[in-house]
């Protein structure tokens, strides 16, 4: 327990580095708009005239110590139902506009952009970020952690981009009823951005320094209204969907089977900053597959959620602990059982407070013998000093009258999870932290079923210098949850320092960084701790002024069995528990320049592997696009793994191809198949996206599955489905 607490004194020593708000002298004065707006992209009305202009944007890259050479103007301004926005974009240079396609949420470092990103409680912690790309496109997302984006939430709001000489145009309308903040509050946090790939400029309106992204809410500035913002009035929306569909199981050489089905989702403000979403039959087939990759670790990977009913404020309940440590992972709910209906209250309570509650059922499984189970969540956070907060987690799994039955497998009554975590986040953003503990609570378990674990990490332009410890009960049990090893203690320093030139035309930075990961096994009166796994990596990384990047890299690595391991991961012999093998491995990564139509990247790894073996793994990705309308993007990942007997070689392919067509910025097809050697299997999905009206879809997706030797269908499947998005 010692080493527990000494890991956490420094969290009690960072507070006099909070301070208030770093960029509070940047300000936009908000006045109510004085003529009706037409979202088209023109800056003619009376409204847009008599707007302020926020402008002298700061350069953020390359270079933080300068106003930016490409030129910027926002004007902002409200009536009783909108929030409107419109930016011109002026260009430095001549040529065409650099953008990815017209998909939704595109990749920020892949296209000519303005962002704007939102706080409206100025407690630069959680917001909005709304934009489009040059060639029309919008982005949008919620903004959770300080500036993390999750832009798989989408909501309902116009917007429009005009291209004229010299300059585009970006104009949007964001109604209150999309947004959530607290009634009265005249003081938002607000910032917006600029990409111009043409001229390798990113640049801000209220100055964020070059090692945070700019949506930093850190470093946003105060949008300061001249009256309390307008209430959302009535706010409940219905979102019903139909579908139809056919499938069919050529393996179990089944039938097709026909489905026809209807649900609805339903969006309620309790408050303007308090969100109440319920679900009846929910369907997600429209939301895209898994990308594969090839598996060679011995412990479950991760793939992050889609689904968009548990997205927004989600970081309330997902984000509690580690990437490698959740309480909760929402994907374990529905995971081939159906959902029959849920329900979840969240957001802002005030400033300082909020909630997070959850609900969901599920049906019952005949052939497996699942019974039906309910899913509770609880969360609750408290902000403290200046971007701090407190949280505490609660999560309940209930199976419902459930009595084993002979021949089927069995399942837990309960389980249930009890977390506490202390975030830190300094003003300026330099220090950042967390301190967690979690207990589980399961039938016939107890006794090292608790999880303590924390880190601290500074950065500044320089340095960044940092270390994590998780400890992980070896009883530790969240069903719920994602926790994909127990039973270790785990420490993780890690060291990094930049080199900033400024003679060279094209090298921005440069520098080392170290890390070291270090697993020691759940000590017990018979077996004493000791490291399992050590890993060292020593990278260099180069950043040039076209965007692309270069990073060297050098390893070791030490692992001890704590079970029997195949390592090819294809079904074959496993290593025996207990032995010790050692390697030394090295590689590179490349990602080309964005600007240009045809960019790749490249990665490589070469060295040691079990049992005295060696591994070459080689994974590339080819793009080339024809703006804005096609992008074309081929994946490929190639290991060859070359052990002793009874493995002797290895070689398999995971190869992905991929096609996204965007007609219009309402109408996307994207085609991708997926063939992975390990796995057996090759894979199709197709989606055609028709977005009719703003949050309302058509949508057409065909998916079917191959065996790789002979093409062979092994199942298929065809889903039209329709929402619409009804506002009350």
Known sequence: MKIYLLFFVPFFFIHPVFAQKKNEAYQYHLQKASSTLKIDGVLDEKAWLDAETAANFFMVQPVDTSLANVRTEVRMTYDDRNLYLIAVCYQALPGKNVVESLRRDFSFNKNDNFLLFMDPFDDQTNGFTFGANAAGAQWDGLLFEGGSANLSW????????????????????????????????????INFSRLDLKANEKSSWAPVPRQFPTASLAYTGTLVWDAPPPSAGVNVSVIPYALGGVTRNYDANRPNEFRGDFGADAKIAVTSSLNL????????????????????????????????????????????GYGTVRPFFSRRIGLGVPIRFGARLSGKLNKDWRIGLLDMQTGKVDESG???????????????????????????????????????????????????????????????????????????????????????LYSDQKWTLGGQMEYVGKSYNAEVGYVPRRGYLRL??????????????????????????????????????????????????????????FAAWAGHTYVRLLQGFDPTNSGRDTLARGTEHRWNATGFDYISKPQSPFTFAVSTRYGGYYAGGTRLNLITEVGYRFQPYVSLLLSSSYNDIRLPQPWNRTAFWLIG????????????????????????????????????????????????????????????????????????
Do not use: C
């Open 370 to 456: 699942l019974p039906a189970q309910n899913f509770a969540v609880v969360s609750l956070q408290r902000r403290v000093f200046a971007r701090s907060n407190i949280g505490a987690i609660f999560i309940n799994k209930e199976s419902m009258n459930y009595v084993p039955e002979v021949g089927k497998p069995s399942y837990s009554a309960y389980n249930r999870n009890l977390g506490f975590e202390y975030n830190l986040a300094s003003s300026n953003n330099n220090w950042t932290g967390k301190a967690l503990y979690l207990k589980s609570f399961s039938p016939g378990k107890s006794g090292d079923d608790a999880v303590y674990a924390g880190n601290l």
């Open 657 to 728: 191809p991929r096609v996204d067509v965007t007609l219009t910025n309402t109408l996307f097809f994207v085609a991708f198949m997926q063939y992975n050697d390990q796995q057996k299997n090759v894979n199709l999905n197709t989606r055609l996206q028709w977005r009719y009206k703003p949050a309302s879809d058509l949508y057409i997706v065909y998916t079917d599955n191959y065996l790789p030797e002979n093409f062979s269908v092994k199942n298929r499947a065809l889903v039209v489905k329709l929402t619409y998005w009804w506002n009350l």
């Open 154 to 189: 989408d909501n309902k709001w116009t917007s429009t981009v005009r291209n004229d000489a010299g300059k585009w145009v970006f104009e949007a309308a964001i109604p209150f009823k999309t947004i959530r903040y607290k009634k009265g509050i005249t003081r938002w946090g």
């Open 492 to 549: 993780a320093p890690r060291v990094g320092r930049l080199f900033y030139t400024k003679a060279s035309k094209t090298l921005i930075s440069h520098g080392p960084s170290v890390v070291n990961t270090v697993f020691y096994n759940s000590p017990t009166s018979t077996s004493p701790i000791r490291p399992t796994d050590n890993e060292t990596v020593l990278l260099y990384t180069f950043n040039f002024r076209n965007r692309s990047t």
């Open 277 to 320: 979403d319920l679900t009846v039959n929910p369907d997600f087939s429209q939301v895209e597959v898994d990308r594969q990759v090839t598996n060679l670790d011995r412990f479950e990977l991760f793939f992050p959620e889609r689904r968009q009913f548990f997205l927004e404020n989600g970081d309330l309940f997902t984000n509690f």
